[in-house]
Nanobody, 114 residues
Framework: VQLQAYGGGLVQAGGFWRLSCAAS????????MGWFRQAPGKQRELVAV???????NYANSAKGRFTISRDNAKPIVFLQMNSLKPEDTAVYYC?????????WGQGTQVTVSS
């Protein structure tokens, strides 16, 4: 499975942004897809995850502001981010789980200016 993330950029605080991540390869075997992020000097953390059936789970920091969605036909996973804060600044990584294996995209930088 290969993952290609798109959509990083610079946005002002309070604004919105959308990330997308396209999977290729043996995509029929993908279970959960999700987004993680890593800020400078911090560990990578979960932002949101969505199962193949559409069940979602969010980090507390993302609840109410971010929405994860998925198009299984392609497959592509999206992260809609609203009410962005400077602390959302990080490299965002998409993730796909295939049985016990994790696959990662290359990371895309999102910078939120105050």
């Amino acid at each position: 499975v290969q993952l290609q993330a798109y959509g990083g950029g610079l946005v002002q605080a309070g604004g919105f942004w959308r990330l997308s991540c396209a999977a290729s390869g043996s995509t029929f075997s993908i279970n959960d897809m999700g987004w993680f992020r890593q800020a400078p000097g911090k560990q990578r953390e979960l932002v949101a995850v969505i199962s193949s059936g559409g069940n979602t789970n969010y980090a507390n920091s993302a609840k109410g502001r971010f929405t994860i969605s998925r198009d299984n036909a392609k497959p592509i996973v999206f992260l809609q981010m609203n009410s962005l804060k400077p602390e959302d600044t990080a490299v965002y990584y998409c993730n796909a789980k295939v049985r016990a294996l994790d696959y990662w995209g290359q990371g895309t930088q999102v910078t939120v200016s105050s």
